[in-house]
């Protein structure tokens, strides 16, 4: 019902910012929850940041600060602004939906975010 692709990944210094993008097609009127989780090398998948319906929003402790979470206009597409990125953020970053209608979960293959000098 739900297809998910993330993009906007790639090299950066610490410091700098990127911007991924999660696209979500199909049937976007059932999504209730769209967020964004990572995952290290060796480490289990963490959630990073999440946007629900009402405007609600939460970040892990480690990027509270440095990482804004937002969507476009049509609904279709949510972002995930990072900024000040640490070396410790490097992961493959993965867009996770919630359906209500009917209940499931999708996720995006994951876009690769590497910190370094």
């Known amino acids: 019902q739900v297809h998910v692709v993330e993009s906007g990944g790639g090299l950066v210094q610490p410091g700098g910012s990127l911007r991924l993008s999660c696209a979500a097609s199909g049937s976007i009127a059932g999504i209730s929850v769209m967020d964004w989780y990572r995952q290290a090398p060796g480490s289990q998948r963490e959630l990073v940041a999440t946007?629900?319906?009402?405007?609600?929003?939460k970040y892990a402790d480690s990027v509270e600060g440095r990482f804004t979470i937002s969507r476009d206009i049509a609904k279709t597409t949510v972002y995930l602004q990072m900024d000040n990125l640490k070396p410790e953020d490097t992961a493959v970053y993965y867009c996770?939906?919630?359906?209500?209608?009917?209940?499931?979960?999708?996720w995006g293959q994951g876009t690769q975010v590497t910190v370094s000098s």
């Open positions: 996770h939906v919630r359906h209500s209608r009917p209940p499931s979960d999708y």
């Open positions: 946007f629900t319906r009402g405007s609600f929003s």
